[in-house]
């Protein structure tokens, strides 16, 4: 049985907290051996509590010294440190009841710019929302950044080591690929499953589309609100796992939950509808099993980076992710050995990653049906299908999610993006891959989606509604390898200096609401922005303003995946619904915007809450919490005749 969490890590740390108090007990030894005086009782006691403390301050105090002396050297200062903090504990700890993602860094770095020092647990992290910075992080100076021991100890768990925790300097020594660059072997091996054939062949959104619409539909004819969010998210999964491994997870199957103030017909001896479910049957579906353990997965690793690597005090006495990761693994391995079974009467098997590239995709073939060609290490091929089934379900359910919401509050929007559906493709054809290369409308609207909440991925399960009481700011990590001088925003003040090892920490969203870089209606959904004279003004001088997928070496592969799938998956919707409502009674009474998002001064002065109707929160990124319920109008034929016209 593996000890707990907690005791290997005071066993690991252990030998750092006994140096003061072992440097205190010579000085003593030494004192009463050369001075004969015996030193009082209280005297040592004191000391030796003290010892670790003052041990630690000076500790603190000598590495600022030093690094304040390396960035005079440099011509640059130390960036503004978030007041009021020991440690950054205020805004880590800070329960997330009343607050908005990122909104306690959007009002400091109105006042103070756009790059700043936070502490925590007396280590120096820098934050910056400013594009140069980010550009040079994922870009132009790309070697000089990494992911970082720490993220990859805290990642490994759930996602091993794979396209996402890897780092292009880390190694994998297992398998045939020993030796074998991590980050070069993923992007490779994956780049073929992302070409125009391959996104462009429709049947596997089309036929899950029209499932969990036709779900939807039946829902709302029960005369309640459905959840959107929910729905999508089961939607995205089906087709990743369609896509990935070829094997259909059936989320779906599991059907739609209820609204709190509309219980199911229990009493009823058949459902209202062949979709109809219990929210008690939703959540216990055999179907949605690996579904829910995956999420349940993400959300504590996600948790665990509030500690970073002292996340064990948290889970003292339990490794929370080994529940989980077996219910995972339990539904992933049949389907791993079964893929290896088959692969193994081949002649052809692969053993020098170089020759990724060389390797055609056959027609029918799912990525792990190609990967098999290359190792059958079951660690190895686990870790990949995790990476990409949680970028290929997260990233389009969020974007589906808050466009939903976008629509219902923008009725003109709504109208305008059906008239070009009518236009380009009418009320019931399937859209094409053509269809979207003119659909410039509907590319605008996802943009403006993504530039006002960055939703890339959606975590929301009953495990996080228990257990997400923190503030997670939606940002990413790198580490620097060498020192490293930053822009700073604000004219005049000198560069900002990065010590070799810092954490930098980018937040696009605050970069996607800055005024400055956007224009004085930055925080106004506004999908024309990406169409007319602002597009010049702002976007294309200066592309790093704008970053959903990431940027550089590392952006995302599966961007245009996410683009077509959710762009398939609204043409559907609209042509079968004609009008989009938010439904405030059927929204949990516990996820609906607090009062103080009108009131308080610090908040409306960002301008960010006021008029939210829901509760945007993040965890790994952003999602809704409690869920978006909503109601639909049906198309009608004459809606359609106008439409077409």
Known sequence: MPFPPGIIYLATHLPRLLVPPLFVYCLKFAAESYLGSIIPTWLTSLA????????????????????????AAHGAVLPPALPGSIGGLHMLFAKVKDMYP?????????????????RFLFQSRIMTAEPENIKAILATSFPDFEKGPEFQRLMEPLLGTGIFAADVSSFIFRSVLV??????????MTRPFFH???ISDFDNFDSHATNAIAQFKARLKEGCAADFQDMVARFTMDTASSFLFGKDVRSLDAGLPYPHNFPPPFSSSEPTSSFSSSNTTQTTHASTAFANAFQSAQTITALRTRLNTHWPLAEFWKDDLVEPMRVVREFLDPILKEAVEKNRGKEEKLHNVNSVEDRQVLEG?????????????????RDEILNITAAGRDTTAALLTFTVYMLAEHPKVLSKLRDEIFREIGPTARPTYDNFRDMKYLRAVLNGVFSIFFARHRLTTSFMKKHCGYI????????????????SNIKGSPPLYVPAGT?????TILMHRHTDLWGPD?????????????LHKYLTPNPFIFLPFNGGPRICLGQQFAYHEASFFLVRLLQTFSAISLDPDAQPPDARPPAKWKTDEKMVKTGWTPHEKIRPRSHLTMFVYGGLWVRMEEAGHKDEGKQAR
């Open 48 to 71: 030796y509590i003290l010892s670790g403390p003052a041990f630690l301050a000076l500790l603190v105090q000598y590495r600022d010294y030093c690094v304040r002396s390396q960035a």
């Open 102 to 118: 990122a909104e306690p860094l959007a009002s400091f770095m109105l006042e103070k710019g756009y790059t700043l020092t936070i």
């Open 179 to 188: 030796n074998t660059c991590v980050s070069r072997f993923h992007r490779q």
């Open 196 to 198: 125009r054939e391959r």
């Open 365 to 381: 073939e799912t990525l792990l049906d190609h990967l098999v060609n290359y190792t059958d290490d079951p660690i190895i091929l």
């Open 472 to 487: 997670r700011l939606p940002f990413n990590v790198r580490t620097a390898l060498k020192p490293t001088v930053f822009h």
């Open 503 to 507: 954490r930098c920490g980018f937040s």
């Open 522 to 534: 930055a925080l106004q959904f506004d999908p024309e922005r990406f169409l007319d004279e602002r």
